[in-house]
């Protein structure tokens, strides 16, 4: 950044209506941002805003980008809006590219004030995709319903704003590094085939440096690893769906190890020799139950865990065994921070292919990657030798999601209001559903509520849910992740089984009747007209 005066320029604006940033910022489609004139830039100065002018002059901001198209566009402007607003110093990526989970490592690293992070992470880019700018709070953290509640009423009567359009960076030059990262991780053992797929995001650069470089794997291990603004062309996330290429490879057989990344880092997916995918719920509890091969456990020692409401309760039985304690938390990372940031909770988790520990207060898709690699490393053993060891011993939770997307948003408002309804009837929680030869008896029934066990703030209306004599759940959620392009109905299913004997059985076939009963008792499918979801996972 130039040393010289530079001017600052006060730019009269006009507030919008739709900038409530939700659980991961403020998301819409790239026309929106690029598009509408100043709608970026009063985002970012409501960001700023957002901060007490008093923490905000001389203070030290990180900002990172997934690389997706208008990044480096909307990087320069935040550059010229945050020394217009007094921002001393800015922590930016090469190239402007910085990982989620590095931003969280390097804001508490360096202790400052918070960190923009430019990403709609695993939603489509380029032109025609997505955008979104995500604000972490000091902590690391996603920012906390306070701080949201703040940007959004700055948003709401915004007049102007205040930039140094003159200023003028070069982001592909590397200057002075202010953190560091020290190596803990042996190197890669020759008989261990892995195959890494960065999905064209932020992590290419990552994998490249940390498992090839410094871990000695070859470098045809990793693949897609330049960042390109539209990821290829394909959606960044690491599921069954859309990380094909990897799937296909690992089929092959050729391969003991898989992993995929979506374009800012922070959520993963682990696939195991001939293809075996590892269930992102199952893929928490497993790294909880082995935490003892991780150094970095053995000597912080492990002190509890926690995972959203609507992830499997697999960790929950690890937790069991290990007597520490379980959190259930409503879906969005920031409600780990409090637990971690208060020695609650040392792993964290969601469904949706985030896992991260205490060391930062993101999710973190390498770390976790890493730890499983050390895993294997440890007990020598594959990917599903694993994790039908860990079924063997702890039971084995049935899961799956069902998306439908792009709902009218007043037919899926109504929908949830409707189905919360049912579910607070008191006839409901005696009733019992026969499908086919299965019969499932209603124990409890209710809306999510979540206490804050470190503050007592409470966050309600987290999402509908039914849990059975048996164990089994069944869980309703609107969605709060996507481009703003209608809205986002989930529906959760899971089911428990003991038996050894019954471990082999398909997820669809074993979930079935419950997904029978959600689709009978919320009729989304007559009410939506639709035929079915638009994504399973």
Known sequence: METSPIPVLTVQTAPFDDQRPGTNGL???????????NYLQNYIQSVLSSIDLRDRQGCTMVVGSDGRYFSRAATEVIV???????????????????????????????????????????????????????????????????????????????EEYAICPDLRIDLSRLGRQEFDLENKFKPFRDQLKIHIDAMNGVMGPYVRRILCDELGAPANSAVNCVPLEDFGGRPPEPNLIYATSLVDAMKGGDFGFGAAFDADGDRYMILGENGFFVNPSDSVAIMAANLATIPYFRQMGVKGFARSMATSTALDRVAKAMKLALYETPTGWRYFGNLMDSGRCSLCGEESFGTGSDHIREKDGLWSVLVWLSIVAARKQGVEQIVREHWAKFGRNYYCRFDYEGLDPRAAFYLMRDLEAVLADKAFTSQKFAVGDHIYSVEKANNFEY?????????????????FSDGARLVFRMSGSGGGMGATIRIYAESFERDPERHNRETQVVLGPLIAIALKISNIHERTGRRGPNVIT
């Open 451 to 467: 206490i804050d066990p470190v503050d007592g703030t409470v966050a309600r209306n987290q999402g509908l849910r039914i849990i």
């Open 80 to 158: 010229q809006m945050a020394a217009a607003n007094g921002i001393g110093r800015l922590v930016i990526g090469h190239n402007g590219l910085l990982s989620t989970p590095a931003v969280s490592c390097i804001i508490r690293k360096i202790k400052a004030i918070g960190g923009i992070i430019l990403t709609a992470s695993h939603n489509p880019g380029g032109p025609g995709g997505d955008f979104g700018i995500k604000f972490n709070v000091a902590n690391g953290g996603p920012s906390p319903d306070t701080v949201m509640e703040r940007i959004h009423q700055v948003s709401r009567t915004l």
């Open 27 to 37: 998301r819409r489609k790239t026309a929106v941002f690029e598009g509408k004139k």
